[in-house]
């Protein structure tokens, strides 16, 4: 059974950091392209970072700079590292691994607020 546990959302200050982690089990992890996507309320998913199997990252201009995506093949884990959280970071943040096939976790709820 394919499972993808994200872990380390939560309340922060702007200007505040995350580490976000997510743990996956029950397929090739080190097989896969592994994704952050977060979606805010009334707005659509969007990706916040990717990492390839050979390790090579991908960020859009809007959190380039601010986050970092990371993966242990050996723990089958890839984290997001957030640094200056802004308001506007608010989301549910999911992990995404894709290959032959697509696999989601739950979300991990990121609140940004003073």
């Known amino acids: 059974q394919v499972q993808l546990v994200e872990s380390g959302g939560g309340l922060v200050q702007p200007g505040g950091s995350l580490r976000l982690s997510c743990a996956g089990s029950g397929f090739t992890f080190s097989n896969y392209v592994m994704n952050w996507y977060r979606q805010a309320p009334g707005k659509s998913r969007e990706l916040v970072a990717g990492?390839?199997?050979?390790?090579?990252?991908n960020y859009p201009d809007s959190v380039k700079g601010r986050v970092t995506i990371s993966r242990d093949n050996a723990k089958s884990t890839v984290y997001l590292e957030m640094n200056n959280l802004k308001p506007e970071d608010t989301a549910v943040y999911y992990c995404?691994?894709?290959?032959?096939?697509?696999?989601w976790g739950q979300g991990t709820q990121v609140t940004v607020s003073s």
């Open positions: 995404n691994a894709r290959w032959i096939a697509n696999h």
């Open positions: 990492i390839t199997a050979g390790g090579i990252t």
